[in-house]
């Protein structure tokens, strides 16, 4: 007799959506605060706000480019810090319910599922750094 492996399932479970929505819903917060502070401002612990485009006008961008890293990895720093102090808490149960509810929508499939959630994660994510932005030092 052959060995026959078992289909693939493309059905997603709630606990799987619920799941992927708290996760990605915390680790869009990252970039959407680098990005932030690309186009607006973002509060940098112990440094002040940061603007790149205002560090870029001030520094030229030979020495902003290789200062960047350091600035990306202040403002993850940030984001971390914040995380822990309670936001992510607050994230990861707007997140989880978002990913519930996109599988009470009747989305079970997984590519469905993951794009619903990742598009709800982005949007949260952006609420956040555009709340601690508006939150800064100034």
């Known amino acids: 007799m052959m060995d026959r492996e078992a289909p693939i399932p493309t059905q997603s479970s709630p606990l799987l959506s619920v799941l992927l929505g708290v996760l990605f819903s915390i680790g869009a917060t990252f970039p959407a605060a680098i990005l932030t502070a690309c186009f607006y401002r973002f509060p940098v612990i112990m440094s002040g706000d940061v603007s790149i485009p205002e560090f870029i006008g001030t ?25 822990i102090r309670g936001w992510y808490v607050i994230l990861a149960l707007v997140g989880g319910i978002g990913g519930w509810l996109i599988h009470r929508s009747g989305t079970t499939n997984y590519r469905g599922v993951v794009r619903k959630n990742l598009f709800i994660a982005i949007v949260l994510g952006f609420v956040f750094a555009l709340v601690s932005a508006s939150m800064g030092t100034r």
């Open 59 to 83: 520094k030229g961008l030979g020495e902003s480019l290789r200062l960047l890293p350091g600035i990306m990895l202040g403002i993850s720093l940030t984001v971390f810090i914040l995380g």
